[in-house]
């Protein structure tokens, strides 16, 4: 989601954790998106990140070097033992998946891809200048966009994003508070924010992202 990222989290306990965690089984229709191809998310980068996913009383960590080159998104999970965990790759409208875990995930590839992007997506206004071609952000500013059948609200302060929700057109009850949130903090030079908190109530996830390191590239 990530990032961000279901597929993330549960992988990190399924692959590290003594215990394995065992979610009913997913389908693509159970988490909507319209896909964006990795063109979409602007400027070429490396960035490597901690993630600390969280399900129930359970929490892992790993390390993940995100790359996106072009058209094309590859992600690289590692284990606590510094070997890899997965190869997340999307091509264009294509998506790989290799893991390199003896266990079985009981959910699309596809949903990393979609908390990813709902996590680095330059949507309406441009509050992810590190991403987005379209200028600098106002100082102070709240939207809502109905984007793919849901309803994202984002929040800027002092120019930098520090929040987006999603709450589903239908489903969500009228006056809940949104079922998928993002929080945005600590922002670095480059631009990027250091940490990012995605709390996920449709499925029962928080994922905890900082970036420890970003570079551009050609």
């Known amino acids: ?29 159970m988490y909507p998106w319209a896909l964006r191809t990795p063109a979409a998310l602007g400027k070429n980068f490396l960035w490597q990140q901690r993630l600390t996913a969280r399900v129930g009383q359970q929490s892992n960590s790993l390390q993940v070097a995100v790359q996106k080159q072009g058209d094309t998104l590859t992600m690289v999970g590692l284990t606590p033992f510094n070997t890899k965990a997965f190869v997340l790759t999307q091509t264009g409208d294509a998506i790989e998946f290799k893991k390199f875990v003896d266990r079985d995930l009981p959910f ?31 100082e102070e500013a709240k939207e809502i966009i109905t984007l793919d059948g849901e309803v994202l609200t984002q929040r800027v302060q002092g120019g930098k994003l520090v929040e987006r929700s999603f709450a589903r ?10 079922a998928l949130t993002i929080r945005y903090s600590g ?32």
Request: with cysteine; net charge neutral.
């Open 108 to 138: 699309p590839p596809r949903y990393v891809l979609i908390d990813f992007q709902r996590t680095w997506l330059a949507l309406g206004v441009p509050t992810l200048g590190a991403l987005s071609e379209a200028g600098n952000p106002p």
């Open 169 to 178: 057109q239908s489903g969500d009850k009228p006056g809940e508070a949104a």
């Open 187 to 218: 922002y670095r030079a480059d631009g990027l924010p250091g940490k990012i908190v995605l709390t996920n109530k449709w499925f029962g996830y928080e994922l905890e992202i900082e970036t420890l390191a970003a570079q551009p590239l050609p």
């Open 1 to 29: 989601m990530k990032h961000v990222l279901l597929l993330l989290s549960l992988l990190t306990l399924l692959a590290c954790s003594g215990q394995p965690v065992r979610p009913p089984p997913m389908t693509e229709a």
